[in-house]
């Protein structure tokens, strides 16, 4: 278990520089203590994310920070690292506590840059949860020109989404 201790408040970011993963969730649990944490995936925790995602899971390795207060667990984020076209992007995906997503922050794009995702775009999945409704041409408007990080995007949401409901079933979660 590793504790982080973070700001409450992060300064402003610059037109496209990215967040590093410390800043980001001090930004979206100001004044909360992060645990980060490292959990290992059975196979069949595997199984089932991938049944429930609609996607594989490339690594039973999920790398997960609890936010908690005094009082209680006010979030968790997970890292969901993937390729795009040929390079990585590494999203960080906050949820709420009932398991939403809150926020979603890209900590790494190695891809050219008008292929980011914009922070408008990704915040069309705030407050949304798991279901057959959460997906391109559904809930959520594609990305013009920037197709493949779209689908990659909401493929990483639905993962970990599917990954927190798993670990929640099994105990797992805070």
Known sequence: MVLLTVAALCSPVVAGDLLTREEALAACYPGAAIEAQRV???ADQLEKVAALS???VPSALVARYVARTTDAVVGRAYVDTHVVRTKRESLLISLTPDGRVR???VTAFLEPREYLAS???RAQYRDRELNDDLGLQR???PI???TLTA???NAAVRRVLAID???ARAGEGP
């Open 40 to 42: 290992f995936l059975t």
């Open 54 to 56: 609609g996607s594989e």
């Open 103 to 105: 926020r979603i922050d």
């Open 119 to 121: 922070e408008p775009w």
């Open 139 to 141: 809930a959520i408007r």
């Open 144 to 146: 013009a020109g920037a």
């Open 151 to 153: 689908h990659a995007t």
């Open 165 to 167: 409901r798993v670990l």
